[in-house]
Every structure is written in C-alpha cells, then in structure tokens.
C-alpha cells in the first residue's frame, strides 16, 4: 500500500509545529517563573502603593504615615449673569479665589443657581475647574437656557481636590497682549475682542482657554465670552479673536482677558512642580 507523499509532508509539518509549540510554551513558563523569583517582594520603600498601604509606602503595615493637604477652602468673589444674546439663554459667570499658596485644586466642582425675583429657581448649571495657588480667576458658562426671569445668581463651590506644590514653582508664563474691544461695521456678528497670546514658558500646551471679560466705566461686567487655542508650542505667538454675534446692552469701556492652561493634566508638569495629595 503506498502513503501519498504529501500526505507524509503534512504530518511532518504538523508534528513539528506540536514539537516547536510545546517547546514554546516550556520557555515561556521557564520565564514567567524566573521573573516570579526574582521579582523583589512589596515593601514600604519599593516606591509603589501596595501591600495595605494607604498612600505609596506609608500607611496600612508601613510605619510611615502619609500626609494628607489641610487647604483653605475656596472663596467665590464675585457672581452674576449677562444678556447672551439668544432668546431664553444667559450667560453666568463667577469668580473664584484659592488663597492658598503651596496648595492646589486640581479639579473643583461648581453650580450656578439662577433665581427670579421671588425665589424661584429658573436655571442651574453645573461644571468643573482648576485652579493654581494663590490664583483667582473668572469661570464662565455661556448660553444658559433659562425658565423664567433672571434676577439673582447664586456661584458655590461643591467640592474640591488638593495637590501640594513642592520646592519652586513657576506658573506658566502665558501673556496676552495688544488686546481690543471694537464693534463689527462689516460682516458677521456685533463686536469682537482681540489680542495676542505669548506663550514665554518652556513648555507645549496641548489647550490654553481663553476667557474675556468686558467692563462699562463703573467696572460691572456686561459681556463676557471664551475661545480655545489648540497646541499652542514654546515660544509661540499667536493672535485670537473671540465674537459676539447679537448685541448686548453697555459701554465697553474695559477690557480683561485671562488666559489658562490645565497643567494639571501634564504628567511632566506634574512629576516636576508637585506631589498628589494622599
């Protein structure tokens, strides 16, 4: 009886690659143990959190306790709302102040509750932010739709999240300038503000936000606004423009822009000017 040679072919192939699959899985065995014996065993200065450690090495069965951020709470400065423009909508800001100086919020969470004249809750609107130490900035929430006739507004801060900056820390160093404030004759929209953004620190910033703040004479806000410049590199010098589209009660008469960048969210940043708190 003869065997087809191919068919004696095929069996080899596959005997072999049983042979080759076997010897494989052996190697990678022999690997997976050595690594379990010389893989070092937790412990408190392994520069992890493990074992029952509460913090990385300290707490739980380590004897180092961790350290945890006693911070001032956040302060709301100031608060209110602006025509947006559109039927129905509002636009609300609110200014909140970190009168901390080594700590940190890397995120804080806040709600706007908008009231008409007897108490009645016409709008609420939730969001969070950020802010560095000893900062004070503006948050800005535009086209809030509403359901009845705006007369307060409350800005609270619901919760927050510290950091400890530690050794020196330099904030980034974002200027804004040659700024105007100058209403549309031709094409689309009422007014527009514009400026130019230097960004003068040795770092590349995948977002920096850019919030304007219009002013009368007597320093009450009547507008305000916000854009986004996307991967802005070091050194870099760019113009921006933000535009009002319907035209809103006022005088113009100053004009603020505040530039932010999330720092918070640059691991490099992170690991050189701060520490998460535990």
């Not at 068919?7 to 072999?16: N, Q, T, V």
């Not at 040659?178 to 910033?205: C, D, R």
């Not at 004479?217 to 507008?223: F, N, W």
């Amino acid at each position: 009886m003869e065997i087809d040679d191919n068919f004696l072919e095929k069996h080899a192939r596959r005997k072999r690659t049983i042979i080759v699959a076997i010897f494989l899985a052996i190697f990678l065995l022999f690997i997976f143990l050595l690594y379990l014996w010389l893989k070092p065993a937790p412990s408190c200065f392994d520069g992890k959190q493990n074992q029952n450690e509460l913090g990385v090495d300290c707490g739980g069965m380590c004897a180092q306790k961790c350290n945890k951020i006693t911070a001032q709470l956040l302060t709301v400065e100031d608060s209110g709302f602006v025509e947006s423009g559109v039927a129905g909508k509002i636009d609300l800001y609110g200014r909140v102040s970190n009168p901390n100086n080594v700590f940190g919020s890397s995120e804080f969470q806040y709600e706007f509750t908008v009231k008409d004249n007897v108490g009645n809750v016409v709008a609420t609107k939730k969001g969070t932010g950020y802010l560095l130490p000893a900062e004070n900035k503006y948050v800005i929430e535009n086209n809030v739709e509403i359901g009845g006739v705006p007369s307060t507004v409350e800005f609270r801060i619901v919760s927050e999240k510290w950091v400890e900056f530690t050794d020196y820390f330099e904030r980034p160093q974002i200027k804004i300038v040659n700024k105007q404030y100058s209403q549309i004759n031709s094409g689309v929209g009422f007014s527009e503000a514009t400026g130019l953004l230097k960004n003068e620190s040795p770092f590349n910033f995948n977002t920096i936000k850019i919030k304007v703040i219009l002013k009368d004479s007597k320093g009450s806000i009547i507008a305000v606004n916000s854009t986004e410049m996307n991967t802005v590199k070091l050194s870099e010098n760019r113009d921006f423009k933000v535009i009002w589209f319907n035209r809103f009660p006022g005088e113009v008469m100053n004009v603020e822009v505040q530039a932010e960048v999330n720092v918070f969210e640059s691991e490099t940043f992170i690991k050189q000017y701060f520490v998460p708190s535990l």
